[in-house]
């Protein structure tokens, strides 16, 4: 197998109290332009660094790079002379134990859904950056990422907010996904408001994740369960059947045509969320346990899971101690790398890099490098505008439906 390369790790400062409760770095998160990196230093801190000044530092000094020592400022491209533009590295104390990480952007022709607009107290500009924090108490507290200051305290959920997600069309709606099994979505735009309660669950929810066009989210929990919802009319649209075990992580490919869950029963699937069938399945134990036992291999369970913004590559993450890179077309990983209690992982905007969270600290590697094939950027292009339902209506040869629609 062959071993991805090491970019750099972001060391958390240890201090000897530290040793005796776990640190789980349950998040860590790329901002949507690529600007910022932020994860969750264990306990109540979350360390918000500007991406490029860490890439250029690890390049400096190797792969070493204590977290506290970052000291360069770097301004973003294209920033004019404005405070604002010059990405700073704030160090936010949350005031409880911090699951969930999310960065949102505003667009400022995505009008909020209400009708008072003019009685905000936050108006939100092209060059919003927004962080969700989503804590131990049920709160979600919304910071500034620019000056680090808190802009919400949104409290509804009354357990721990497990995973957040934004929109991806710079809406600034916020989907909250909780242990009191309800998923809550919040308009920011709407100072915060809480729009919807989404409720399905029979126990934890675990993860959320938005279709790339915002129109379909997907909810993973515990008991098996994977649901999809129609985020216009926020109505269920359909569960998906096959794992075994808890699911506890998902994500949309770039296109929209494919959704990745991750379970305890040592999978990760790959569906088609149009039509809710498994088109691939990566094991990490072989071979597989029985249905009977799909809870009991739990050195094998698969803690995260995030797809490449190439739509080739998935990354997953499980407990025996491997980072693994998956090619969408090929049964056994192309990469490994070695990682002793990581719990979440993803990949850099623009793919070129996975950061994966351990005790606290974060480890980056290169990502496998391909360069798409003309098809597989036409049948993404295809696949951005159009559900399976509407490719299976082509008229066009049946291979090519086939491979449209990732069968092939």
């Not at 991406?51 to 530092?57: A, P, V």
Request: charged share 20%.
């Amino acid at each position: 197998l062959v071993r991805s390369r090491t970019v750099g790790e972001l060391l958390a400062p240890t201090s000897p109290f530290d040793k005796k409760c776990g640190r789980e770095n349950w998040t860590v998160a790329f901002a949507p332009d690529g600007s910022y990196f932020a994860w969750s230093q264990g306990h109540r801190i979350v360390k918000l660094v500007p991406w490029s000044q860490c890439l250029s530092n690890f390049m400096l000094h190797g792969t070493k790079n204590v977290a506290n020592s970052i000291s360069v400022r770097l301004s973003r491209q294209n920033s004019d002379n404005s405070q604002k533009n010059k990405p700073c590295e704030h160090i936010i104390d949350c005031g409880d134990i911090v699951w969930s990480l999310a960065f949102g952007s505003s667009v400022p022709e995505k009008q909020s859904r209400c009708v008072n607009i003019e009685w905000h107290r936050f108006k939100f500009g092209q060059d919003q950056l927004l962080l969700a924090t989503g804590l131990n108490n049920g709160r979600i507290k919304i910071w500034d990422v620019y000056t680090g200051k808190l802009l919400l305290n949104l409290m509804d959920h009354t357990e721990v907010v497990r995973d957040l997600t934004f929109a991806p069309d710079g809406s600034l709606i916020l989907v909250s996904a909780s242990r009191d099994k309800t998923l809550r979505v919040w308009d920011l735009k709407d100072d915060g408001n809480m729009m919807k309660v989404l409720r399905g669950h029979q126990n934890w929810v675990y993860g959320c994740a938005f279709s790339p066009d915002s129109s379909i989210l997907c909810s993973v929990g515990a008991s098996k369960a994977v649901f999809l919802w129609d985020m216009d009319k926020y109505s269920m649209i359909r569960k998906l059947e096959g794992h075994h075990n808890d699911v506890v992580a998902c994500e949309f490919s770039p296109d929209g045509a494919l959704l990745a869950t991750a379970s305890y029963d040592t999978r990760v699937y790959v569906w088609d969320p149009h039509i809710g069938v498994i088109l691939m399945e990566f094991g990490h134990l072989f071979p597989p346990p029985t249905p009977i036992f799909a809870g009991g291999a739990n050195d094998r369970w698969v803690r995260s899971v995030s797809f490449s913004h190439d739509g080739l590559h998935i990354a997953s993450l499980a407990d025996d101690k491997m980072v693994r890179f998956w090619r969408i077309d090929e049964d056994y990983p192309v990469q490994v790398a070695p990682l002793n209690n990581g719990l979440c992982c993803t990949f850099s905007t623009d793919g070129s890099v996975l950061a994966a969270g351990q005790d606290g600290s974060v480890y980056f590697w290169a990502t496998p490098k391909q360069v798409s094939s003309l098809q597989h950027l036409c049948r993404m292009a295809i696949r951005r505008v159009m559900p399976t339902s509407l490719v299976k209506n082509l008229p066009i040869p049946s291979k090519m439906v086939e491979f449209l629609c990732y069968q092939i």
